[in-house]
């Protein structure tokens, strides 16, 4: 039924991956500036120091599409790091402890690391995407 989506598919997870980047770089900017946002002025130093660099420049590797896998596997990680020590604690449903959104990019970062980019990224130009860049994998 929605077979005609197939020779999209890389596209939209161009568009997909270029959004979660910006979200996630737009996640760590704050943690770094003190402003903007939801600066989180009462987080120890080192969700400051290690936790925002990491949002802010693997949110802008992974929207630009560059060292996209090394990157997607770190943000993973870092983002189920988060839940686990910002949310787990605060109850078990991530509803109630606001953990759904680490829990998608967490997941999200996983699948961009075990698939590629997709269109439209510097990897695919560099010839490091795993795939070219327009085309969808085959199983």
Request: include cysteine; charge should be positive; charged fraction near 10%.
């Amino acid at each position: 039924m929605f077979d005609w989506l197939t020779p999209h598919a890389p596209k939209i997870l161009a568009v997909l991956r270029i959004l979660s980047g910006i979200m996630i770089a737009m996640h760590g900017f704050p943690k770094l500036a003190r402003a903007f946002g939801d600066a989180p002025n009462t987080a120890p130093l080192h969700i400051t120091w290690v936790a925002g660099p990491i949002e802010l420049v693997g949110g802008a590797l992974i929207a630009l599409g560059l060292f996209t896998r090394p990157a997607a596997f770190l943000m993973s990680g870092q983002m189920a790091f988060a839940y686990f020590l910002g949310h787990a604690s605060r109850g078990w449903s991530p509803v109630a402890n606001r953990g759904e959104l680490p829990i998608v990019y967490c997941w999200l970062m996983l699948y961009l690391a075990a698939h590629g980019p997709g269109a439209w990224s510097l990897d695919g130009w560099r010839g490091k995407g795993g795939h070219a860049p327009d085309t969808v994998p085959r199983a």
